[in-house]
Every structure is written in C-alpha cells, then in structure tokens.
C-alpha cells in the first residue's frame, strides 16, 4: 500500500517507555505504523508514497476526546447549573434537531476537533445516520451513542439506538463505531439501565453514561433509588471494562472501588464541571486507586471550546489550585490520559506510535511563541508546552487512520467556511424551533 513516511519530527511516542527522538521518522503504511526510529531514515519514496518533512515540528499520537457531544449552540446559554442548563438549553436544542441540522452541527463539531488535533471523538448524541455521515466524509474516527433516556423524556430509545447501530457500527472502514449511551440517571430507572446493559451485551458494544456528574444528580439519585448514581449503575450491571462514565465529580470511596472492581473507564471533564459549577473531580484519589482515566471536552453548549490542549491544561491547573499543590497532575501524565488513557477506554489500538498501532498522528508546528524557548533534547521540556503554553492553533497536520485529513491547517476532504456557513443556517433553524418546558 502507499506509505507516508513522516521525516525529521520530534517524535514523542507515548509508547510504554515513553521513548522520544530529538530527530525521528515515523513510516506508515496504509493505516498502520510500521516503523519509528531515531534519525532521518533514508528511505527512497515510492511511487504513491507521501514525505512529509517534519523539522520543527512536534509528531505525537492524536488527542481522544473520551467525552463529546456533537454541538450547535455554543455561548447560547451561559449561566445556568447543570440541571437548569439541560432542561432550558441542551435538551429543547437536541429536541429541536433535524437530520440536516445534526448533519452540519456534526461537521462543525468534528471540523473545530480536527483542527485542534483531535483523531478520536466519543461522541454521544442524536440523530446518528447523520453524524456517521459526517464522520465517514471529513474523516474523524467516531465512536457514536445515542441519548438514551426513558420515554417521557422524548429524546432517544435503545430501539433508536439498536438501528443506529445497525445502520453505521463499522461504517467507514471501522472508523465509525456505535455504543449505547445513557443520558443520566435522572432521567432513567433501573429497568432501562439492565435493558441497556443487556442490549450492550447482545451487540458486543460498550457503554456511555453521564455518572455523578452535579451533587444534584446524587441528591436525584438517593431519593428515587435509595442510592448513589455509581451503587446504582453497580447493581444494574452498567459498569463494566466497556464502559465509559463520563465526569464521576461526586464520587465517594465506596463509589470508587466500585469503578475499580469492574474496570470501568472514567472521562475527565474539568472546564464542563467548572463552567457548569459542578465541582472538582478526586481525580487523585481516582488515579491512586488505579483506574483508568482520559479526557473530555463534553460539549460546545457548556464549555465552550473544544480546543483539547485547553482541557489539558485544565485537568493539571483544577487540581493544583484546589489543594494549593503544585505538584499534582504533571505534564507528561496529562498528555498520556490525553492520548493512551483514552484509546485504552476505547479499547482502540491508537494513542501511541508504536509498530503494529493504527495510524492517529498529529504534527504541532513548534516554530512560534508557544514552544519558544523549548530545548528539543528534553522530553519533559516539551510536554510542558504542550499542556501549559500551546492551544490547539499550534496544530498542524492531523492524520486518521493513515490518512492526512488535515494538512497547513487546511481540511483536506471538505471545505470548511462551507461548514461555517451552513451550520450557521442550522442554528439559526433549530433556535426558531425550540421550545423551552420550565419544570
Ligand atoms: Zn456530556
């Protein structure tokens, strides 16, 4: 197959020594990493086979956004608590959604994540033939749920979830892949939880969920169930090595050990829950007990950015101003559950260059006041900028799956100020639909 042979980079692997050459070459073939080495490999291109000259440039595996909604109504509302936010703002948008409108909101979501250096989205929202197609076209590998909640609610079943699935789970090579996703537990009850659980099963696919997110949502949970979210989700069977709870804010000890004895996956979300107000996760404490923890950026209504270099910050910056300790959650830490934690959530075999991994790569441009001064000799000089100097305007090229789908900052696959545009038009249909219930 044709190769693309990346040349000259600094290559940050993120494999399991955490192996960096100063000066690297990165060779690709179809989708998979079949070389890193030290030095500029004198490999005579093919016929077919792209060179990328990487001098100056940073090559690390891309960023998973281990918790994402694809999104329409970013700044529309600002000020609310988590359940005032969902009920006025989140739910009437995603009520109002049209397959267009999902279509557009999806490119722009994906659109905004490619540029800052994003490969992978864990993306939980409606309307999913619309979003695997926006996928499929701009080329972002995307793991899709729906917003299961029960009925009343009017927003997706796990029988809408089950077509998702079987109209898109594999779509694209692979790189489109369906999970159920479970709004939150206010919004379901025990029995939809074993019925995901059990519908998870039968199709051989992980799960999603929203868990401990606010205190409100652990209040909720007490009342109805008697329990908390997490002894909820436990008793129902939900947890398990093929899921994903996203935020886990409120988690006590118990709660915890609950996540560690079924090998669940936790999304780091630290500016959602400061913007929402809803707390600081014990991420500490989470990490010390040994669980497995990525990052998210949730959703562009209550964050608002999807730049992952920002959420990165924040997941090191959150913990050290809370406990006045400034050696929490150092740089290189942060990166790993930036990239390796979350593809280990996924179970994808991306998140590290290493040989035999599936092709994710993204190259930074290091020749701008972010990465100056840097010494290219020390690793650990690099992961510093990377997590508190840089944005994700430092990003360059983003590679999926072997294929370049972004290069120059320029989207190769779809024109982007035709996205602008016509997300703007969606927006603008789906702010005259909605209806807002105050409860
Ligand atoms: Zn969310």
Redesign the pocket.
């Known amino acids: 197959m044709a190769r693309l042979i990346i040349r000259g980079g600094m290559v940050l692997t993120l494999d399991d020594a955490n192996s960096y050459y100063e000066v690297g070459t990165v060779v690709v073939d179809g989708a998979t990493i079949v070389s890193v080495t030290a030095g500029i490999e004198p490999i005579a291109p093919l016929a077919g086979d792209t060179v990328i000259d990487a001098a100056g440039k940073i090559v690390m595996p891309g960023l998973i956004d281990l918790?994402y909604?694809t999104a329409l109504g970013k700044g529309y509302n600002d000020h609310l608590p988590l359940w005032e936010y969902l009920d006025e703002c989140w739910y009437p948008i995603i009520r109002a959604l049209d397959d267009e409108a999902a279509y557009w909101a999806a490119m722009l979501s994906y659109t905004e994540s490619l540029k800052n250096g994003v490969t992978t989205v864990n993306d939980?929202y409606r309307k999913l033939d619309s979003l695997a197609k926006a996928a499929e076209e701009i080329g972002i590998r995307a793991v899709l749920a729906n917003d299961v909640a029960l009925d009343e609610h009017n927003l997706d079943t796990l029988a809408d979830n089950a077509a998702a699935h079987a109209n898109n789970h594999g779509r694209a090579g692979g790189l489109i892949e369906v999970r159920i996703g479970i709004e939150w537990l206010p919004l379901a009850s025990p029995e939809l939880l074993r019925d995901a659980r059990s519908l998870a099963n039968d199709l051989d696919i992980g799960i999603h969920v929203?868990l401990n997110e606010s205190q409100t949502e652990v209040d909720n949970s007490i009342a109805r169930f008697g329990m908390r979210p997490t002894e909820l989700a436990y008793e129902t069977g939900l947890l398990g090595p093929d899921t994903i709870a996203?935020h886990c804010v409120w988690l006590n000890d118990r709660e915890i050990a609950l996540m560690k004895e079924t090998g669940t996956h936790i999304s780091h979300n630290p500016s959602s829950n400061a913007k929402l107000g809803n707390g600081v996760a014990r991420v500490p404490e989470m990490l010390a007990a040994g669980l497995n923890i990525g990052l998210g950026h949730?959703?562009a209504e209550c964050n608002n950015s999807a730049d992952m270099f920002e959420v990165m910050k924040f997941a090191s910056l959150m913990h050290r101003a809370v406990r006045a300790d400034s050696s929490l959650m150092p740089a290189q830490q942060v990166v790993r559950m930036a990239t390796r934690n979350g593809a280990a959530a996924l179970g994808h075999n991306t998140g590290q260059l290493t040989v035999g991994y599936t092709a994710d790569i993204i190259l930074i441009d290091t020749n701008n006041a972010m990465f100056t001064p840097m010494l290219r000799d020390d690793p650990e000089h690099l992961y510093s900028h990377l997590v508190f100097a840089a944005n994700g305007s430092a990003v360059d090229t983003t590679i999926v799956n072997g294929e370049i789908v972004m290069r120059g900052r320029e989207l190769t696959r779809v024109n982007e100020q035709m996205v602008l545009d016509e997300a703007q038009k969606a927006f603008r249909r789906v702010k005259d639909k909605i209806v807002v219930v105050r409860r």
């Open positions: 918790h909604h939980m929203h996203a949730d959703a």
